[in-house]
């Protein structure tokens, strides 16, 4: 399975963005979003669960971002919105066909297929 993801780009803070993942090659069931600023580590952003369709947050995003996923596509969305500089980062999409456990939605090791990245540049 490959992932893609798109939509990055530079914007204002306070301004918003949507976020694409198409999977290709396989269906996926659950997704998670991380990020990567400069100079730091990857974290957990948002992930989404095959099933249920429970929804996790990390508390830096909760409230503004959004994810989503249409399973017709084969696609995962994440809507960010109130943008501040602190979210400028490389946003990776990840996924797996199979569901997950709530503890382990944020740790990158529950995902086995990983997107190329997509730039998100707020300006202040």
């Known amino acids: 399975v490959q992932l893609q993801a798109s939509g990055g780009g530079l914007v204002q803070a306070g301004d918003s963005l949507r976020l694409s993942c198409a999977a290709s090659g396989g269906t996926l069931g659950s997704y998670g979003w991380f990020r990567q600023a400069p100079g730091k580590e990857r974290e957990f952003v948002a992930a989404i669960r095959r099933g249920d369709g429970a929804r996790y947050y990390a508390d830096s995003v909760k409230g503004r971002f959004t994810i989503s996923r249409d399973a017709a596509k084969n696609t995962a969305y994440l809507q960010m919105n109130s943008l501040s500089a602190e979210d400028t980062a490389v946003y990776f999409c990840?996924?797996?066909?199979?569901?997950?456990?709530?503890?382990?939605?944020?740790?990158?090791?529950?995902?086995?297929?990983w997107g190329q990245g997509t730039l998100v540049t707020v300006s202040s």
């Open positions: 990840a996924g797996k066909s199979g569901s997950f456990i709530a503890s382990s939605a944020r740790y990158s090791t529950t995902y086995h297929y």
